[in-house]
Structures are given as C-alpha cells and as structure tokens.
C-alpha cells in the first residue's frame, strides 16, 4: 500500500475515536460536589460494605407482614418479603460482569429480569450505597438540576446516569433522579423508570421516599421507606433495625 494511501486509512481510523472522545459527556462540578456532601451527610468517614435491615411493611395497602433488605457495594441487594398472601424475593447482582436481577414468589422458581430493568441502582432502598457514591467512576454522568420543590419539600435535584458509546440506550435505563433536602442534602426521594420485561420503551416512574432518618452506628438511616409506582404507594417499610459491614456473601444475593 502506498505510504500515502496507508496514512490515509490510519486518520479514518483515528477520527472516530476522536470524535467520541470529544463528545463523552462530563459531570457538573456543582452536582458532584452534593453528591460528595449527601454521601458524607449519610456515612459521615463510615465506609459501608454491606447492610441488613428489617422492619414491618405493607405490600399494595392492604397485604402486611414483614420485610428483611440487605445491599452489599452498589451492585448486589435482596428483598424479602414475609407477608399475608405470601412470601417474595428479589435480588439484584453483577456476579456475571453485567447486571442483572430474579424474582420469585411463595418459593418457586426464580424468574430473572429484563437486563434493561437492572441498570438503575441495586439497593434503591438504602441511597448511602447508591450511584451518589460513583463520583470518581468514569461511566457515570452527574448533572445538576437545580432547588425545586419535591413533595413539599425544597430539595437540591441531581441526576446521575451511565455513558456508553456502545449501548446508546444506556443513559436513559440507568437515568436516576435525586432529590437532596436542601437543609441537610440527605436525600428525600429517589426517582427512576423501570419497564415491563418485553418493552424499554414504555417507561413506568418510580419513586422511593425517605424520611425519618435516625443515626444507627454513625450512619444516617431512614427508618421509613415508601416505594412509589405511577405516584400510588406500592409498598410501605417501617424499619426496626440496621445493622452494617457483617461479611454478606455474595452467595446471599443469589436465589436458587
């Protein structure tokens, strides 16, 4: 090949690689700053590797019983359910390099998830181990909002979303809205959208609502949870304990 032509096709080939380089979105320096001062508002110089909590819920207003949550890192939670009608379970995990996610109910066989509904954060339960905590990950976007009123409560709003050239969809499955409370910036609420298993597309808002936050081993935990879809109370958790860093195997966040 002339040196010519063989210069040529090398250029062709850089450009694109420039072109995405250039085009990579990059994080506000103001939401970063409140993601930093919510996580340091919650876990103070505590370093969380894993969490347990239980408490009483409530399933669809009228289903009670009780309720055991954990999370370990930002990939891996598990919620169990022990109520009127039955028993349920959900897991989240990245144990296959990607993440991913199962659910069973009153025992029988686990049914995994959409991969498209497992890029938003694992534990939306307990935001100390969110994507707040992702500030130095290259792949997650940090954007600031702006104060607004939510749920009557005046909050600092960020969003927090991954970006990839390769999956183009990414940003909008993993797009995750928090909602800091401006006096505290410990987070008031957590939205994002999941879908059903057989349309990303149709996007279905959830909300997860903190509030009665209490110091347990130096930690902020809120001790009443509420998980919200299409603005209707779905499920409703009053916690009675937290406890942290007990060496959860991954094994835990696995269902069999």
Not at 134 to 155: A, L, R
Not at 163 to 181: G, V, W
Request: glycine share 6%.
């Amino acid at each position: 090949m002339p040196r010519t032509s063989a210069f040529l096709v090398l250029v062709l080939v850089a450009i694109p690689g420039l072109v995405l380089a250039q085009s990579q979105p990059t994080s506000d320096p103001t939401a970063l700053t409140l993601a930093a001062q919510s996580i340091a508002a919650m876990a103070g110089s505590v370093s969380i590797s894993d969490v347990t909590l239980t408490g009483n819920v409530t399933w669809n207003e009228t289903d009670t019983g009780t309720a055991a949550l954990y999370a370990k890192g930002t990939s891996e939670s598990r919620v169990d359910l022990s109520l009127s009608g039955g028993t349920q379970s959900d897991v989240r995990n990245a144990t296959s390099g990607s993440p991913a996610g199962s659910w069973t109910r009153n025992g029988g066989s686990p049914t995994a998830y959409a991969q498209h509904n497992c890029w938003t954060d694992a534990a939306w339960f307990f935001p100390a181990v969110s994507s707040l905590t992702q500030s130095s990950n290259p792949t997650f976007v940090f954007k600031y909002i702006g104060q607004e009123q939510h749920n009557g409560v005046t909050t600092q709003h960020i969003q927090v979303y991954q970006a990839s050239a390769q999956n183009p969809d990414l940003q909008r499955l993993s797009t995750t809205d928090f909602y800091l409370e401006a006096g505290t910036l410990l987070p008031s609420a957590v939205a994002f959208n999941a879908h059903s298993d057989t349309d990303m597309n149709t996007d279905i808002p959830i909300e997860a609502d903190f509030t009665s936050y209490q110091a347990v081993s130096g930690i902020q935990v809120p001790f009443h949870v509420q998980q919200l879809m299409n603005g209707t109370v779905i499920l409703d958790i009053t916690l009675t304990s937290a406890v942290f860093n007990t060496g959860l195997s991954d094994n835990v966040f696995t269902l069999q």
